[in-house]
């Protein structure tokens, strides 16, 4: 019965370093979103995978963000080459199907970028 | 495009007072709504959402929230609020001609004063 589950909580980079952050969705939930949410606003999507296939990136703001769920449950979003502006909670969370069900969070990445 | 306004960043309500947190939306096509809550150290989690039907929908902790097609409203709502109800509400949507981007309002603070 575990919840969605995101590693590490916290991470510090200095600037220009590569970032790897892992969600772990509920078991079986097919939907799994990234976001990013900046200090004092709401969370802005990112890309949205359905299993494997990752069907919307359009909220990624520059090719060096990178994600991945190679065999639809685990994902990983990559950062290169981090910039100060990254420095923000990025959320994950996953939902059961692929319609317009509720979507349940991870307590997200901290990622600080010096 | 889809965009979600919550024109109060923080709402200030006596325990027992019923309480309101604003919330309008545009989207192209017909919108999916949610409200989330974020309480302190904690992740955002599901309190209810409209999908179609019955204009009052009813979801967790007492809350409910009314879609107003016309005014391009869904405002959450609760009769009596408690001190525990204090935390940060965000609203969302998706719109169903939009694909799986979920968009969400900046977020409103609730103080509950006992």
């Known amino acids: 019965g575990a919840g969605v589950s995101q590693s590490p909580r916290y991470k510090v980079a200095k600037r220009g370093q590569d970032v790897a952050l892992r969600c772990d969705p509920i078991s079986g939930h097919v939907s799994l979103f990234w976001y990013q949410q900046a200090l004092g606003q709401g969370p802005e999507f990112l890309t949205y995978?359905?299993?494997?296939?990752?069907?919307?990136k359009s909220g990624l703001p520059s090719d060096r963000f990178f994600a991945e769920r190679p065999e639809g449950s685990v994902s990983t979003l990559k950062i290169q080459r981090t910039q100060q502006e990254d420095s923000a909670v990025y959320l994950c969370?996953?939902?059961?199907?692929?319609?317009?069900?509720?979507?349940?969070f991870g307590p997200g990445t901290r990622l600080t970028v010096l | 495009a889809q965009s979600v306004a919550q024109p109060e960043d923080q709402v200030n309500v006596a325990e027992g007072n019923p309480l309101t947190v604003k919330c309008t939306y545009s989207?192209?096509?017909?919108?999916?709504l949610f409200w989330y809550v974020q309480y302190p150290n904690r992740g955002l989690q599901f309190l209810l959402k409209y999908i179609t039907g019955d204009n009052l929908v009813k979801g967790s902790y007492g809350f409910e929230a009314e879609f107003n097609k016309s005014q391009t409203s869904f405002h959450l709502k609760k009769p009596s609020a408690l001190v525990s109800d204090s935390a940060l509400y965000f609203c969302?949507?998706?719109?169903?001609?939009?694909?799986?981007?979920?968009?969400f309002g900046a977020g409103t603070r609730l103080f509950v004063k006992a």
């Open positions: 969370a996953s939902s059961f199907d692929r319609s317009y069900n509720e979507q349940f």
């Open positions: 969302a949507v998706r719109d169903e001609a939009g694909g799986f981007k979920t968009i």
């Open positions: 995978f359905q299993n494997e296939a990752q069907l919307d």
């Open positions: 989207v192209s096509g017909n919108p999916y």
